[in-house]
């Protein structure tokens, strides 16, 4: 059982930055593959970014590419999203996700996860 918890969300201006963080309960971070997702109303929720375990082999969704970085601290058991040049369409609810390493395909796929953080709202004025 993973326990997730996100915090590092609020309210910033268009060409603002903030850093998500998600942190998980258990001693087995290190083999667990961390996603970030996001939804925002009236939308499906949708991949942000993705670090395997192991060799921790990072994936992005198009439209953060370049913007967004993720990177993991396993001693610590956290997960951050830096998220910079935000844009009004950033604006969502974020969700941390996990998953054991050696049974994700597609980091991509939401329903790949099995276990999921509570979520942080992130606002983007413009």
């Known amino acids: 059982q993973v326990q997730l918890v996100e915090s590092g969300g609020g309210l910033v201006q268009a060409g603002g930055s903030l850093r998500l963080s998600c942190a998980a309960s258990?001693?087995?971070?290190?083999?667990?593959?961390m996603g970030w997702f996001r939804q925002a109303p009236g939308k499906e929720r949708e991949f942000v970014a993705a670090i395997r375990y192991g060799r921790g082999n990072i994936y992005y969704a198009d439209s953060v590419k370049g913007r967004f970085t993720i990177s993991r601290d396993n001693a610590k058991n956290t997960v951050y999203l830096q998220m910079n040049s935000l844009k009004p369409e950033d604006t969502a609810v974020y969700y941390c996700a996990a998953e054991r390493g050696d049974s994700i395909v597609v980091v991509s796929n939401s329903n790949a996860y099995q276990y999921w953080g509570q979520g942080t709202q992130v606002t983007v004025s413009s």
């Open positions: 258990g001693r087995t971070f290190s083999s667990y593959t």
